[in-house]
């Protein structure tokens, strides 16, 4: 599903972050250490091999907010833009580190002359964030910022499965409407 606000291709699909060959970067949903561990970013380490993990080193630690940008090494794209979501109920105020995640990225993907950039839902796996609270958290930050992006074209929300998909797509036509 696709939504066009201010110039900029929002879209939802079902899919796996480190599968998608079409975007210039992918959003990791890192640790603070930036190494390998499970869900996306255990995906994204084993996709792209050892090299990810040695150009990460000397950036980490991040802390919650922040986002950092690599190479891609193994995976498909050009970049992988590493973001820290909040531990939900740990980390506050969630709602304004999970929106930091979101633009913090997509300001590194637009120093970077990034034309499409893919997003996983951050902090909704070990994390714990509750799904459609997340989902309205990162399509109103992204929604948001379409009106200051001038080389991002196309950010594209991978959800894993199919139910989760269905959620991101229901906020996005639910928040996108009349933006047009
Ligand atoms: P966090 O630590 O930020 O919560 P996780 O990687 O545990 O991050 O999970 C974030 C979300 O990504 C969860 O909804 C999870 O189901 C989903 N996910 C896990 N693996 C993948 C993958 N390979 N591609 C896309 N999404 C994934």
Redesign the pocket.
């Given at each position: 599903m696709q939504r066009e606000v201010n110039g900029v291709t929002v879209e939802v699909v079902q899919?796996?972050?480190?599968?998608q060959e079409d975007v210039v970067a992918v959003v990791n949903?890192?640790?603070a250490r930036l190494q390998t561990?499970?869900?996306?970013?255990?995906?994204?380490h084993r996709a792209a091999g050892p090299g990810l993990a040695e150009e990460c080193r000397p950036l980490a630690p991040i802390s919650p907010g922040e986002a950092v940008i690599t190479g891609a090494h193994g995976l498909p794209n050009d970049h992988v833009i590493h973001t820290?979501?909040p531990v939900y109920g740990q980390d506050r105020p969630e709602e304004e580190l999970l929106a930091r995640c979101y633009r913090n990225s997509l300001a590194l993907a637009e120093e970077n002359v990034v034309a499409s950039v893919a997003f996983?839902?951050?902090?909704?796996?070990?994390?714990?964030?509750p799904?459609e609270d997340a989902a309205e958290v990162a399509l109103r930050v992204v929604l948001d910022e379409t009106q200051k992006l001038e080389g991002v074209r196309l950010v594209r929300f991978?959800?894993?499965?199919d139910r989760?998909a269905e959620v991101f797509e229901g906020k996005l036509s639910e928040l996108a409407e009349g933006r047009g």
């Open positions: 899919g796996d972050i480190s599968d949903a890192a640790n561990g499970g869900g996306v970013a255990g995906a994204i820290l979501g996983p839902a951050i902090s909704t796996g070990v994390f714990g964030y799904l991978v959800l894993f499965s989760d």
